[in-house]
């Protein structure tokens, strides 16, 4: 079936480790993106990519790291520097254009001890 | 910029109910696309409705309805005999045609809806 899997679903990490939460789709999509949702909010864009190799910073990108080396995979990097990185982040992914909706994965709920 | 506003926080009603979740919007742009996405309680967005700015027909699809009005710029979003499974937190966005600037969402803080049976 096609989708978008982020593992793990449940991530714990002490204070001051980075830590990597992965994002792989196969709906051939071009465009990936990172959300940070905290509890009673919207989602909020963290980073964005179009094409491989190309990424672009959304409203909350610092304290993060991303990479597109391949169209399937854009792994999002929680380092040290996120002052607040505890909250659940969404993955999505779409077809180029404004008109295209996107396809979110189940999240994955980072808690920072 | 863009801004999107879900006043209603939270709404509980009791199954078959008619429930309405509002949507008020902010945009300079002319050209623009809204959605609703729903939330369940395990966490993954469930696209519902994409909406052009140049399309004002309302939408009905199942126990589902949208009511598009530019002249209050509001997309409300209205659930007809609510049922359990539509417990939720429903979300509201907006994207503007910028070219080449990809799909850059703009989301509410979302409508939690509680339906009792």
């Known amino acids: 079936d096609g989708g978008i899997t982020q593992s793990p679903k449940y991530l714990f990490r002490k204070e001051g480790q980075n830590v990597t939460l992965s994002c792989e789709q196969n709906?051939?999509?071009?465009?990936m993106y990172w959300y940070r949702q905290d509890p009673g909010q919207g989602l909020r864009l963290i980073y964005y990519s179009q094409i491989v190799n190309d990424f672009q910073k959304g409203d909350i990108a610092e304290g993060y790291s991303v990479s597109r080396e391949k169209k399937e995979s854009f792994p999002l990097t929680v380092t040290s520097a996120q002052k607040n990185p505890t909250a659940f982040y969404l993955c999505?992914?779409?077809?180029?254009?404004?008109?295209?909706?996107?396809?979110f994965g189940p999240g994955t709920r980072l808690t920072v001890l | 910029a863009q801004k999107v506003t879900q006043a209603q926080t939270e709404i509980s009603v009791v199954e078959k109910e008619d429930v309405t979740l509002d949507c008020v919007y902010e945009t300079r742009d002319t050209t623009y696309y809204l959605f609703w996405y729903k939330q369940p309680p395990s966490g993954e967005l469930v696209f519902l409705i994409r909406r052009n700015s140049f399309d004002e027909q309302n939408e009905i699809s199942g126990r589902y309805s949208w009511n598009f009005q530019k002249s209050t710029s509001s997309f409300n979003f209205t659930i007809t005999a609510s049922q359990v499974v539509d417990s939720a937190v429903y979300f509201c966005a907006l994207t503007i045609l910028y070219y080449n600037a990809g799909n850059m969402l703009t989301f509410g803080g979302g409508t939690r809806l509680m339906v009792k049976p």
């Open positions: 999505a992914s779409s077809f180029r254009g404004t008109s295209h909706e996107q396809f």
């Open positions: 709906l051939n999509h071009d465009a």
